[in-house]
């Protein structure tokens, strides 16, 4: 299976996750909620997509804890953008205005273009 990155928007009480592949292709779209079953069910999710998943969130504090803590706990890496760089990135992308799942499509697009 190809690389795919998961960009995750982080909110107190739901988190946005966009998935893409290396050809920035969506492969997921989800809100979940910031509970400990249904995180777990998408990183299960995200791992059934692909093999070699580079996981980025847009907060690294508050709200983002459990989610941290779930993919530390499965020995998933994870990356960190600022919000402020996602802010900025979102004046290059094309679409709706702001959105969650837009945010998250950045947060995910972001490390792949770098790293692809």
Known sequence: MDHIWAG??????????VVINS????????????????????VA??????????????????????????????DQGVLSLSGRAVHRAAAGYRGEGKSDARDAAIIADLPAARIA
């Not at 050809?23 to 998408?42: P, Q, V, Y």
């Not at 059934?48 to 706990?73: C, E, F, K, P, S």
């Open 45 to 74: 999710d995200v791992c059934a997509l692909g093999n070699d998943v580079t996981w980025t969130v847009d907060v690294v504090d508050g709200g983002a804890a459990l989610m941290l803590a779930i993919l530390l706990g499965h």
């Open 8 to 17: 995750i928007d982080i909110g107190k009480e739901h988190h946005h996750c």
């Open 23 to 42: 050809d920035g292709k969506r492969l997921l779209s989800r809100r979940i909620a910031n509970d400990e079953t249904e995180l777990l069910a998408l």
